[in-house]
């Protein structure tokens, strides 16, 4: 079974920084993507950056040249790292991660059950 565990939401103050991470456990050799999504109050959950074996980050409009997605792989997970500078209040929001491969021959999807980001002015 694939676990995602999303972490290092907080409270910022706009002008600030944070590092999230989205840990992966179980199938991680079969996980091809993962991507950071967020989801402001009232609004539809976005894509914010995410990466695919063997091809570059992609990074929504919004978010580049302030954010950057890091991987770490060790034998056991596999953790996506969102390092988020220069918050505005527009990144309030709660941020998911998913996790995407092809388990057992079926393309799957899991999500992580999200970390609050808020920033404050």
């Known amino acids: 079974q694939v676990q995602v565990v999303e972490s290092g939401g907080g409270l910022v103050q706009s002008g600030g920084s944070l590092r999230l991470a989205c840990a992966v456990s179980g199938h991680i050799n079969s996980i091809d993507t993962m991507t950071w999504y967020r989801q402001g109050t009232g609004s539809e959950r976005e894509l914010v950056a995410g990466i695919s074996s063997g091809e570059r980050a992609k990074y929504a409009d919004s978010v580049k040249a302030r954010f950057t997605i890091s991987q770490d792989i060790n034998k056991n997970t596999k953790t996506l790292y969102l390092q988020m500078n220069s918050l505005n209040l527009e990144d309030t929001a709660v941020y998911y991660c998913?996790?995407?491969?092809?388990?057992?021959?079926?393309?799957?999807?899991?999500w992580g059950q999200g970390t609050q980001v808020t920033v404050s002015s």
């Open positions: 998913a996790a995407v491969g092809w388990i057992t021959g079926t393309r799957r999807t899991y």
